[in-house]
Every structure is written in structure tokens, then in C-alpha cells.
């Protein structure tokens, strides 16, 4: 089986869409590890997607902000003002519905998917001392998980015993680095951002899980970020959320 593997979607359509044009017929299941709207101008279109395509969803912090089962309080007052301005931009039923995503972690034809850290869901995993635990503790050899927005991901076994980093950067006519994976290592995985990567690459980010073959494809696609940047300043989102997709930080 091949899983289509989403993070951090972030209410852009134009970026979702292209990644899903650009793997028409490449995967049989899709996945999503949460936060499929803040920060983007298309609450409900990015919604409306993830559920025709019928994707297996966790809830991100940003879906407990826009749906208000959280406050924001504890978000920067830029991310706070597209939290409320989704909030109220939200067709009454998709709220519910990101109301009612589950939480993390979970687990799907052996691996497992958290928005943030195994143990939290926002807890955010930026370095090897971070993600140990989450290594540790892995219910499976493979764990996906998002929230940072940076595609790569940390091992542990094989080797040594130490936390390793991954990064990957397909270049030139490669839309994706395929990463083998090893018996007797265990893996956190980040797919990437599809709406707002944060790693210093424009493109939208993902990843395409091969079960049987063991394989994980890491990919970037380029969409029409302009597209996305006109309509976020129609809606009147804060300008650093708008100039950010530019710069991929
Ligand atoms: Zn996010």
C-alpha cells in the first residue's frame, strides 16, 4: 500500500492541490498529521479536499484554534489573528468537523502518525534531544510527525546508538528523495509543510509512504505562491503570514 503523506496544510489550496495533481494515481490512501487550516486564505476549500480524498486526519493545534476548542492565547498575535479570522470564516459543519478530528497518535498499517511529539501533540521536534523520547517510545518502526514545517526527521539503532538527523533537498528533475528503510532502526519522519514551509524551500513539502517496499519518498513541488499571497491580502491576513510563503520560512 502507498500512503500519501500530509502536514501542516495551512488553508492553502493551490498548494494541496498541485501536490495532488502531481501524484495522480501514485498512492492508494492519504494521511494527514493535523493543522489543515491557520494561516491560509481557503478554511473550507482545503476542508472540502481532505475530505474527498478521504484522508485519515489528526487534529493540529491550529485546528483546536480555529475550531475554538482552544483559545489562541498561547499563539503569537500574528498566528492569533488568522486563528480568529478562520474561526469566523469557517462554514458552521467543517468547524464541527475540526472539533471532532482525533488526536494523535495513531497508528495505520504499521506505522504511526502525531502532530507534534508521541507524548504531546504540541510539543514541537526541532533536535535529536527532542525526538529521543519519541524514538524510544515508538509504537512502530516508523512515526510521522509535523508541526515544525521542516521535511527530514531523526533515527534511531542501526549502526550506533546515537540520534540520527535526516534532511533531504530533491534537486533538478528529482521531485522526491527516497529514504530506505532499514530493519532494526527506528524512524521519525516529517513529510514537510504543504502551505507553509518553514526550511528556506518555497516548495510545498510531503511525502509518499511505500509500506511493502519500504520506502519513503520525500517531495517538493512548486506552486503558484502569488496565487495564494493575492488572495491572503484580499482576506486581509496579516502581512507576515503573506510575505513569509516567499521566503519558505
Ligand atoms: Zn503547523
Not at 507534534?116 to 526541532?126: I, K, L
Given at each position: 500500500m502507498r500512503y500519501l503523506i500530509l502536514s501542516d496544510i495551512h488553508a492553502n489550496l493551490t498548494a494541496l492541490d498541485t501536490a495532488l495533481a502531481a501524484t495522480k494515481g501514485k498512492w492508494?490512501?492519504?494521511?494527514?498529521?493535523?493543522?489543515?487550516?491557520g494561516y491560509g486564505p481557503d478554511p473550507n476549500e482545503v476542508i472540502d479536499r481532505i475530505r474527498e480524498i478521504d484522508a485519515i486526519t489528526i487534529r493540529g493545534n491550529h485546528d483546536k484554534a480555529g475550531s475554538g476548542l482552544a483559545n489562541a492565547e498561547d499563539f503569537n498575535p500574528v498566528a492569533r489573528n488568522?486563528?480568529?479570522?478562520?474561526?469566523?470564516k469557517l462554514r458552521p459543519e467543517l468547524r464541527e468537523y475540526l472539533e471532532k478530528l482525533p488526536t494523535g497518535p495513531a497508528t495505520i498499517n504499521g506505522f504511526t502518525i502525531v502532530h507534534g511529539a508521541s507524548r504531546d501533540e504540541d510539543e514541537y521536534v526541532f533536535a535529536p534531544a527532542q525526538a529521543l523520547d519519541s524514538l524510544i517510545e515508538a509504537?512502530?518502526?516508523?512515526?510521522?510527525?509535523?508541526?515544525?514545517?521542516?521535511?527530514?526527521g531523526f533515527t534511531l539503532?542501526?549502526?550506533?546508538?546515537?540520534v540520527g538527523v535526516l534532511h533531504f533537498k530533491p534537486e533538478g528533475e528529482n521531485k522526491f528523495s527516497p529514504l530506505t528503510i532499514e530493519?532494526?532502526?527506528?524512524?521519525?519522519?516529517?513529510?514537510?509543510?504543504?502551505?507553509?514551509?518553514?526550511?528556506?524551500?518555497?516548495?510545498?513539502?510531503?511525502?509518499?509512504?511505500?509500506?511493502?517496499?519500504?520506502?519513503?519518498?520525500?517531495?517538493?513541488?512548486?506552486y503558484d505562491i502569488e496565487a495564494v499571497q493575492k488572495r491572503m491580502a484580499?482576506?486581509?491576513?496579516?502581512?507576515?503570514?503573506?510575505?513569509?510563503?516567499?521566503?519558505?520560512r
Amino acid at each position: 500500500m502507498r500512503y500519501l503523506i500530509l502536514s501542516d496544510i495551512h488553508a492553502n489550496l493551490t498548494a494541496l492541490d498541485t501536490a495532488l495533481a502531481a501524484t495522480k494515481g501514485k498512492w492508494e490512501k492519504a494521511v494527514c498529521l493535523g493543522d489543515v487550516v491557520g494561516y491560509g486564505p481557503d478554511p473550507n476549500e482545503v476542508i472540502d479536499r481532505i475530505r474527498e480524498i478521504d484522508a485519515i486526519t489528526i487534529r493540529g493545534n491550529h485546528d483546536k484554534a480555529g475550531s475554538g476548542l482552544a483559545n489562541a492565547e498561547d499563539f503569537n498575535p500574528v498566528a492569533r489573528n488568522a486563528a480568529l479570522w478562520t474561526r469566523d470564516k469557517l462554514r458552521p459543519e467543517l468547524r464541527e468537523y475540526l472539533e471532532k478530528l482525533p488526536t494523535g497518535p495513531a497508528t495505520i498499517n504499521g506505522f504511526t502518525i502525531v502532530h507534534g511529539a508521541s507524548r504531546d501533540e504540541d510539543e514541537y521536534v526541532f533536535a535529536p534531544a527532542q525526538a529521543l523520547d519519541s524514538l524510544i517510545e515508538a509504537a512502530t518502526p516508523i512515526t510521522f510527525f509535523g508541526h515544525t514545517h521542516l521535511q527530514g526527521g531523526f533515527t534511531l539503532g542501526g549502526e550506533d546508538d546515537r540520534v540520527g538527523v535526516l534532511h533531504f533537498k530533491p534537486e533538478g528533475e528529482n521531485k522526491f528523495s527516497p529514504l530506505t528503510i532499514e530493519p532494526g532502526t527506528t524512524y521519525l519522519l516529517n513529510p514537510g509543510s504543504i502551505g507553509q514551509p518553514r526550511d528556506g524551500d518555497t516548495r510545498a513539502a510531503f511525502a509518499i509512504a511505500d509500506v511493502e517496499n519500504k520506502v519513503v519518498e520525500f517531495w517538493r513541488v512548486p506552486y503558484d505562491i502569488e496565487a495564494v499571497q493575492k488572495r491572503m491580502a484580499a482576506a486581509g491576513l496579516p502581512e507576515p503570514l503573506i510575505l513569509r510563503l516567499q521566503f519558505g520560512r
